[in-house]
């Protein structure tokens, strides 16, 4: 690797229960990056993660791999885990080589075993969580909804999509700079203001715009902000990952 500084590194630990989709996401994520001219793909036996012959055979990753995209001048290394409870080892063990933490959750199953031992090793390590809600593309509308609930009872109410699903799950319509377009549940303006909410709360240059009328705030100023917001916020996302694979719907709490 070369022509990168530490501060355009991310470490990013792609952790949750067996099953999720954590593996077929980072596939995905190399295929829309361009770091691969083809999706890898778990059931077909050419996942770039899943390479090794007991995890093709078997369908689940069995060991820890490290691979690589580029996104927007930054080196992203994505570290894929097995998620089945008796190898959870391996995600703890690579909680203090990162700096983010992607807990993929599986719609169809909802918050299972391992997503609740990563969240908490990782809340207790102070590191960011992003919680990707995947697979929704097999799951309606209303139990999608249900399960945002669940997750900001379980982990808190800060928990926000910054993406909602639109089009059964076809696509993600963004919450955290726009107000506008339709979505599969709820309104995106409702999550946009209470995301906004949350991020003026940390600015109070922000938070006097804000007072004076919100249209005064630019999503400029939001998108500035919301990096401050991130660092002191734990963030959580959604992704469906049959399209793209880098659409996302996002939630974030306090550490
Ligand atoms: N319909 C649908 N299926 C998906 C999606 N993502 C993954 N899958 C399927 O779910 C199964 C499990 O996917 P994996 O990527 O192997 O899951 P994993 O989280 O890496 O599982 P472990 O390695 O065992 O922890 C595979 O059959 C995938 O094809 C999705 O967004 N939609
Ligand atoms: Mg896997």
Known sequence: MSGYTTAQIRNVLVAGHAGAGKTSLVDAMLFASGAKAHRGSTSEGTSVSDFDKLEIEHQHSIYTSVVHCDHKQCRINLIDCPGAPDLLGGALSCLSAVETVAVVVNANAGIEVVTRRIMESARELDLPRAIIINRIDQVSAESLSRLVETI????????????????SGSGVVDCLLGAEGKSDFDTVRLWHARILDQIVEMDDNLLEKYLAGK????????????GRWTKRMSFRSCLPTQKTGLESSSCWTRS
Do not use: A, D, M
Not at 152 to 167: A, V, Y
Not at 215 to 226: G, L, M, V, W
């Open 152 to 167: 900001r009872q379980s982990f808190g109410p800060e928990c926000l999509p910054i993406n909602l699903p639109f089009g």
């Open 215 to 226: 249209n005064r705030i630019t999503n400029r100023c939001t998108h500035r902000s919301s």
